[in-house]
């Protein structure tokens, strides 16, 4: 579609075609304007057509427009009268509030004085091809212009009736949504990747490891060309786009994209529907006949989701296994980890993940009931797969996904020693994906551990033991604070002896005796207060930002803790002993 670079907004008098109505760019995807191509005036695209009047050339000055009609013009004029009569209709369309005009096919383009003019005026101008009669035309698209809802229902109406019957495969689904609305239909999943249909794989990547894309209203519109690639993660595969829709040369796609989330706000699947630049009415088309078949894919997907959890399990059997057999892996241990894909040879460096105040589910995000601060959390199987899968479209492969006791572990495996900067970068990626895990959970602590590099199978019981440390270390020392806290093993130095003395009984009874007025309360807020307090040099405004509240109320729970232990804070070695006091606690829990 060839466009002129200038904009206009619409006159007023021709309103933007809202929902129900047919705007210009509806016409431009009906088979009657197939190859047609705007001329100028693109900034009229979204201006509401009322009606569709044809116009002979000698018509032209005296004939009546009715306002928010579309204009053909019917005798192919003679070259040397081309730009004049153009010139001509332009303005009677703008006089009379007329969105566009139609002219046939003539040769060459139109020169820049016509161009600026409709684009100023905002008028569109296009040039349709020779292939239909002016007469068939005209009735096509008024006969649009007059039933598009009931043309739309119609469209729509072998999917309820299939709907209402038994259920459909996911090929099914997809052949359904084709026959339905004409554009290329595809069910993705963020664990399996495209398992319905066909796209182009940047576009999968797109939507499955985009951490920006805001999934809260759907349906989304997406425009994707092929030979681009947004969101910077490699080529395309533009010969999966398929051919462009009606009347709009290229191969650019228009996609509505209906997420479909489990847990939360965390898509596990979407449904996406593609057409070359349709209208506005094809994209209300489009949204509705996925609302349509939402229900077959919900149901994959549960089933998905039962066979998610159950290889969940079977991954923790045999890291345990793993880790227990170290230097000695036995073959059947090797066969069974070969067949879940995972990398026993080569260099390993682990992640553990410890999550507080998630609650039991992740579900319950938006409005369900939320842990207090510093409480231990789990998040589902599919959470951590998802953003496996995100980490994966934006380079870092990391291997299996495991769930232990206290959070979840994983590693990524080098074929060498990785460099430091591989490892900032990985650091770097992981915590972004759980920095927007916390943002969609509100009062979310997630305390992130990395080990060292370890070699073979022996080496992963060595840099998970290691990230779990790291993790501990994270969890204990960022005050009670929600958000993200990142260790590395190599990075913690005396952290690691003082962690292995927190640990011990002695200590954690002494822990016991010092924290035990506060402790035995049912007002965790003192505990979070006291260890945010500490951590940040005794500031009360720091730690009033940190928490949420007001420095005043930082200042009275101070008071009251001063008041319960018997001590003050003002006396460095009466701090350092609660500081240490209340990692010990944290190790505890």
Not at 26 to 41: E, I, N, P, Q, Y
Request: hydrophobic share 45%.
């Amino acid at each position: 579609m060839t466009t002129s670079d200038r904009d206009r907004k619409p006159q007023a008098r021709v309103p933007t075609a809202t929902s129900g109505a047919v705007s210009v760019a509806d016409l431009l995807d009906r088979a009657a304007l197939a190859g047609a191509t705007v001329l100028a005036g693109s900034a009229g695209l979204s201006r509401a057509v009322t009606a569709v009047s044809l116009l002979h050339p000698e018509a032209l000055g005296s004939a009546a427009l009715a306002p928010g009609a579309i204009i053909l013009l019917t005798t192919p004029p003679a070259a040397a009268r081309w730009e004049h009569l153009v010139d001509l209709l332009v303005r009677r369309a703008h006089a009379h509030g007329c969105p566009a005009v139609v002219v046939p096919a003539i040769l060459g383009g139109l020169s820049a004085a016509p161009i600026r003019l409709a684009d100023r005026l905002g008028v569109t101008v296009i040039c349709r091809t020779a292939d239909l009669a002016d007469l068939d035309v005209a009735v096509a698209l008024r006969a649009y212009v007059r039933d598009a809802e009931a043309e739309a229902f119609a469209a729509l109406l072998p999917l309820a009736r299939v709907s209402s019957a038994s259920a459909r495969s996911l090929d099914q689904v997809v052949a359904a949504l084709t026959a339905a609305t004409g554009g290329a239909a595809a069910v993705l999943s963020a664990r399996r990747g495209v398992v319905a249909g066909r796209i182009p794989d940047d576009l999968a990547r797109r939507v499955v490891g985009s951490g920006t894309i805001d999934w809260s209203d759907p349906p989304l519109v997406l425009t994707h060309s092929p030979g681009t690639d947004p969101a910077g993660l490699g080529a395309s595969a533009a010969a999966q786009d398929g051919p462009p829709g009606p009347g709009v040369p290229g191969v650019r796609r228009t996609w509505v994209v209906l997420p479909l989330a489990t847990q939360g706000d965390h898509p596990q699947a979407w449904m996406l529907l593609g057409r070359g630049d349709p209208g506005p009415r094809w994209v209300e088309l489009a949204g509705r006949a996925l609302g349509m078949v939402r229900g077959d894919v919900m149901a994959w997907l549960a089933v998905e989701q039962v066979e998610t959890e159950r290889e969940a399990g079977r991954r923790a059997w045999l890291f345990n296994e793993i880790v227990e057999q170290r230097d000695a892996v036995s073959a059947d241990v090797q066969r069974q980890a070969q067949q879940l894909g995972w990398t026993l040879t080569g260099w390993h460096t682990a992640v553990y993940l410890h999550v507080e105040g998630a609650g039991e589910a992740v579900r319950e995000a938006r409005s369900g009931p939320q842990r207090a601060v510093g409480e231990p959390g789990r998040i589902g199987t599919a959470v951590v797969e998802a953003i496996i899968a995100r980490l994966a479209a934006r380079g870092l492969v990391a291997g299996p996904a495991v769930q232990r006791i206290d959070g979840w572990v994983a590693w990524f495996t080098t074929p060498g020693p990785p460099s430091p900067a591989t490892l900032r970068v990985a650091v770097r990626l992981v915590r972004e994906e759980l920095v927007a895990l916390t943002g969609r959970l509100p009062g979310t602590r997630v305390a992130l551990g990395v080990g060292s590099a370890r070699r073979d199978a022996s080496g992963i019981a060595h840099t998970v033991a290691e990230a779990r440390e790291a993790a501990l270390i994270a969890a204990g020392g960022s005050g009670g604070v929600t958000g993200v806290t990142v260790r590395v093993v190599a990075d913690l130095g005396a952290s690691r002896l003082l962690l292995g003395w927190y640990g011990s009984g002695a200590f954690a009874d002494l822990s016991r005796q010092v924290l035990g007025p506060l402790a035995d309360l049912d007002e965790p807020e003192l505990l979070d207060t006291l260890e945010a307090y500490l951590e940040r040099a005794c500031s009360a405004a720091h730690t009033a930002r940190a928490l949420g509240v007001h420095r005043n109320t930082v200042g009275q729970r101070i008071a009251r803790v001063e008041k319960l232990l018997g001590v003050s804070l003002s006396q460095p070695d009466t701090r350092l002993a609660l500081q240490l006091a209340l990692r010990a606690h944290r190790r505890r829990d």
